[in-house]
């Protein structure tokens, strides 16, 4: 039994099926941990195969070989170096388990496994795993440690538990997805709860980096038995911290550590988006992206995502101006491109409309220019953007915002068309929030500019997609502001019409706001993926039928 412990807290990314490479980044972390004088050192939940492995973990060979690689990981251990703590996959007696081991010795010298299965939002775990029992401790130099993993933490009943059993701390290890004020949420709503009502401290590990449409924030923790915060580790960022924790007379306790400042919103927000990209771009193997650069807000706050998480060299961004541009626009978008320091170039689409319009003469004579030709413009720009992510292969950015593709304002094959948009989930209040941010601050991870990255007529001047002549957005749309806090009702909160319309918002209004967002269902369901930011992301948290006939009105 020993009276101190130095555990080390490693706050990595992952990389979803790189068993391999998940592995290296653990021995190395661990050889930094010995130097660092730590007895452990614990790892993020699923950090050897990657979270969420989605179906993944269905196959076979991909059990086999984490398997193979956590025995291989155990041996290192035989050298008298730091413990580790690995979250992998497992199974027993025919079942498929998340779970965690210990590795000490040489061997794997304990295995717990997930007991409470999230399966909401976008947590499908209940769908793939088996619950594990109640989890009793495990002993490390005669010290009981709870491991509760993740979503054990959320419901009372498992730190309960391993209290009644004898744990003097617990270890939590996490892949809690980045939502607005979760971190809040994290330590105030669950954590201090278990730690007070358990009278154990409780060390929260969570991963960081993007995995497809979720992002990792990080932003572990280490709360003690009377519910103060004793190390707050950064968001964001990997980060290595040597936490030391002493054995009193009232129980273990975690030394006061480093307090990290994290960021403050709508920061958050735009590092989410940062990362999120980062990782997407980079783990997809795309030499950087390509985007349209309009002289409006969204793709010009999408091109300074861009150039905050792969670096300005690697983002291109094309003007596409029609006989509808006005040089307000290409002066603003050329003004953008400079500040970002990106490549810029201008490809006219006339030719292209002047050629759909002879080719569908025939086929539109006896009809109006409606929303057919504007959609054409829009279409012809896909296309073309298209064509150069194909000839030199950088991905190209879509820059729709969420405010947008929740009611159909949106070009399918058009402005639609992409491999990701950071903006799938931002509503257009918080692109103005983030764009006003973004020119007085740069962000802790940011590679991009300095200063700011968009002129201030951009941010200033009254939205419009210019597909026809004066053409504003608020003709066909009510104010923004309106409009976000009338999808915040039906989207996020699943607000009836009449309980909106009791909030003050015009009946008709509503009533024509809930009929375009569920017509553009299946727009959405077309869409490229883009990063989670809110409870309610279309896609995994808002599954809706494309074809049902339910009003709330």
């Known amino acids: ?35 660092a004088g730590a007895d452990l050192i614990v790892f993020p939940e699923m950090q050897l195969i990657g979270y969420p492995p989605e179906d993944l973990v269905l196959k076979p060979a991909l059990i086999e070989r984490a398997a193979s690689a956590l025995a291989d990981m155990a041996v290192t251990t035989l050298d008298g170096g730091p413990a580790m703590l690995v979250g992998s996959v497992f199974v027993r007696d025919g079942n498929l388990h998340n779970g965690v081991a210990l590795l000490d010795g040489g061997k794997i010298a304990a295995v717990r496994f997930k ?21 009793e401790p495990i002993v490390f130099k005669g010290v009981m440690i709870g491991l509760p993993i993740c979503e054990d933490i959320w419901h009372p009943d498992v730190c309960r538990h391993l209290a009644d059993f004898g744990a003097e701390m ?43 449409e979720l992002v990792f924030d990080g932003a572990s923790f280490v709360i003690n038995g009377d519910g103060s915060l004793a190390v707050q580790m950064a968001d964001w960022e990997e980060q290595e911290v040597l936490t030391r924790w002493t054995r009193t007379a009232q129980g273990w306790r975690c030394d006061r550590g480093e307090v990290a400042p994290l960021a403050d919103h709508p920061e958050d927000i735009y590092c989410a988006m940062v990362l999120a ?36 060299e690697r983002v291109w961004c094309v003007m596409l101006p029609s006989r509808f541009t006005s040089q307000e626009s290409l002066d603003l978008a050329t003004g953008c491109a400079k500040m970002i320091g990106c490549r810029y170039d201008t490809i006219p689409i006339q030719p292209a409309v002047t050629g759909f319009d002879e080719m569908l003469a025939g086929s539109f ?53 992409g491999g ?93 706001i809930e009929r375009l967002l569920h017509l553009a269902e299946y727009k959405r369901r077309q869409a490229p993926p883009g990063v989670k930011l809110g409870t309610r992301n279309f896609g995994r948290d808002r599954r809706y039928p494309i074809s049902h006939a339910f009003r709330s009105a």
């Open 1 to 35: 039994m020993v009276d101190t412990l130095s555990i080390t807290l490693a706050q990595l990314n992952q990389s979803v099926g790189d068993i391999a490479g998940n592995a290296t980044a653990m021995l190395a972390a661990r050889e930094r941990a010995r130097a």
């Open 115 to 135: 007991h409470e299965l999230p399966n909401y939002g976008t947590f499908d775990e209940v769908r793939l795993f088996e619950p594990g029992p109640l989890p």
């Open 170 to 212: 617990l270890i939590c290890i996490n892949g809690s997805p980045y939502e607005i004020d979760k971190d809040t949420l994290r330590i105030d709503g669950v954590a201090k709860r278990r730690a007070v009502d358990t009278g154990l401290p409780l060390a929260y590990l969570n991963r960081v980096g993007g995995q497809d």
């Open 277 to 312: 990209l980062r990782d997407y771009v980079n783990r997809n193997r795309f030499p950087g992206v390509v985007l349209g650069l309009s002289g409006g807000i969204d793709s010009a706050i999408c091109a300074a995502i861009a150039a905050d998480a792969l670096g300005p």
């Open 365 to 417: 004579a006896d009809t109006q220019v409606d929303l057919t030709e504007e959609n054409l413009q829009s279409r012809i720009r896909g296309v073309t953007l298209m064509a150069l992510s194909n000839k030199f292969g950088p991905m190209l950015l879509t820059t729709g915002n969420k405010s947008e593709m929740s009611v159909g304002y949106a070009t399918i094959y058009g402005d639609m068309a």
């Open 420 to 512: 990701y948009n950071p903006l799938k989930d931002a509503y257009k209040m918080t692109v103005f929030a983030i764009s006003r941010w973004r020119n007085a601050h740069k962000p802790k991870i940011g590679l991009g500019p300095d200063g700011p990255v968009m002129p201030e007529g951009i941010i200033t001047r009254p939205p419009s997609a210019e597909l026809r002549p004066d053409q504003k957005d608020e003709d066909s749309l009510p104010p923004y502001p309106v409009l976000d806090a009338i999808l915040l009702g039906l989207v996020e909160h699943e607000k009836s019409v009449p309980q909106l319309v009791a909030e003050g918002f015009d009946h008709d209004v509503v009533v024509r």
